[in-house]
Nanobody, 115 residues
């Protein structure tokens, strides 16, 4: 059974920080690219950060310098450290595992940034 469980979301004031975690089970964690997406109300789902099997990372321009994606293969967990949060970061954040031929999604965790 494949399962991705996000945690760490919540309500934070602008300028604050949150650390999201995605615990994966049922997959070979080291053989999957891992990513964080977000979806704000009325908007399309957006790729926020990606970490490939090689370790290469990519970020959407709007979060560069503020967010950091990392992974702990021993714990089968991917993290998203979110600093200097802005109201426009408010969204449901989703974890995604991509093995190249099939992808899996978590249920999402709500991040709300107040002004």
């Amino acid at each position: 059974q494949v399962q991705l469980v996000e945690s760490g979301g919540g309500l934070v004031q602008a300028g604050g920080s949150l650390r999201l975690a995605c615990a994966a089970s049922g997959i070979s964690f080291s053989r999957n690219d891992m990513a964080w997406y977000r979806q704000a109300p009325g908007k399309q789902r957006e790729l926020v950060a990606l970490i490939r099997r090689s370790g290469t990372t990519n970020y959407v321009d709007s979060v560069k310098g503020r967010f950091t994606i990392s992974r702990d293969t021993a714990k089968s967990t991917v993290y998203l450290q979110m600093n200097s949060l802005k109201p426009e970061d408010t969204a449901v954040y989703y974890c995604k595992a991509d093995g190249g031929w099939r992808a899996y999604w978590g249920q999402g965790t709500q991040v709300t940034v107040s002004s």
